[in-house]
C-alpha cells in the first residue's frame, strides 16, 4: 500500500527556516518522481516543487531561491527546506508522488502538514 | 500563467455537473483533475485528459476541445460535494498550473 506521512510543520517565525519530511512506503522515491504542494487556508492547491528520479529539481518562481526539495534514498524521505519563511507561506504542505504521463501529475498525496509563519 | 475555473457549480442530486477549464496554457497539454473534500488531501480523479485512475467511478469523465477542459460527474450524488481543480504541466518552463479550484455543491 502506497503511504506518504508528512512531519515537520510548525509555529515559525517570519524570516526562520524549517525542514518538513515526508517518510513514504509501498514505494521508493529513488525511483519515483516526487513534489510538493501548498495550501494556504481558505485557498487553492499552489505547486511549490517537484524532484526528478534523475535528480533534477525545479521550484515555483516565488520560492525559487528560498526552499529546497531533497530525498534521502537510504530513508525513503522526501524533504522541503523552508528558509527565510513570510507570513504568506502559512499553508497546509502536502507531500505527492507524481507520475509522467505527457507531463507531471500527482496520483498520491499525503494528509499535509501545517506551516504557521507569524510572529 | 492562469487555468481559469468557475468559482462555483451546483447541482441537484441525480442530475450533471461540468467544471471547465480553460486558457491559453491548456493548449496541446494534458490534463489532470483533482477532487478535494473538506480537511482531506486531493485525489486524483482524472488524467490525461480523460483517463479514470483504477477505484474512480465511471460516473467521472473528462474531455478536452481546444483551450478548454471538461470534468463531468453524471449522476450526482452528495458525496461528489467538493472543490475540484484542474492542472496541467508546463514542459518548457518545468513548471507545475493548477486552476483556481470549482466548489461543487449538491443541492
Known amino acids: 500500500e502506497v503511504q506518504l506521512v508528512e512531519s515537520g510543520g510548525r509555529l515559525i517565525q517570519p524570516g526562520g527556516s524549517l525542514r518538513l519530511s515526508c517518510d513514504v512506503s509501498?514505494?521508493?522515491?529513488?525511483?519515483?518522481?516526487m513534489g510538493w504542494v501548498r495550501q494556504a487556508p481558505g485557498k487553492g492547491l499552489e505547486w511549490v516543487s517537484v524532484?526528478?528520479?534523475?535528480?533534477?529539481?525545479y521550484y515555483a518562481e516565488s520560492m525559487k531561491g528560498r526552499f529546497t526539495i531533497s530525498r534521502d534514498d537510504s530513508k525513503n524521505t522526501l524533504y522541503l527546506q523552508l528558509n527565510s519563511v513570510r507570513a504568506d507561506d502559512t499553508a497546509v504542505y502536502y507531500c505527492?508522488?507524481?507520475?509522467?504521463?505527457?507531463?507531471?501529475?500527482?496520483?498520491?498525496w499525503g494528509q499535509g502538514t501545517l506551516v504557521t509563519v507569524s510572529s | 500563467d492562469e487555468l481559469t475555473q468557475p468559482p462555483s457549480v451546483s447541482v441537484a442530486p441525480g442530475q450533471t455537473a461540468t467544471i471547465t477549464c480553460g486558457g491559453s496554457?491548456?493548449?496541446?497539454?494534458?490534463v489532470n483533475w483533482y477532487q478535494q473534500k473538506p480537511g482531506q488531501a486531493p485525489l486524483l480523479v482524472i488524467y490525461?485528459?480523460?483517463d479514470r485512475p483504477s477505484g474512480i467511478p465511471g460516473r467521472f469523465s473528462g474531455s478536452y476541445s481546444g483551450t478548454t477542459a471538461t470534468l463531468t460527474i453524471s449522476r450526482v450524488e452528495d458525496g461528489d460535494e467538493a472543490a475540484y481543480y484542474c492542472q496541467v504541466w508546463d514542459g518548457m518552463a518545468d513548471h507545475v498550473l493548477f486552476g483556481g479550484g470549482t466548489k461543487l455543491t449538491v443541492l
Open positions: 509501498g514505494f521508493t522515491v529513488k525511483s519515483s518522481y
Open positions: 490525461d485528459d480523460s
Open positions: 496554457n491548456i493548449e496541446g497539454k494534458s
Open positions: 524532484i526528478y528520479m534523475s535528480g533534477s529539481r
Open positions: 505527492a508522488r507524481c507520475a509522467m504521463i505527457r507531463g507531471v501529475l500527482f496520483d498520491s
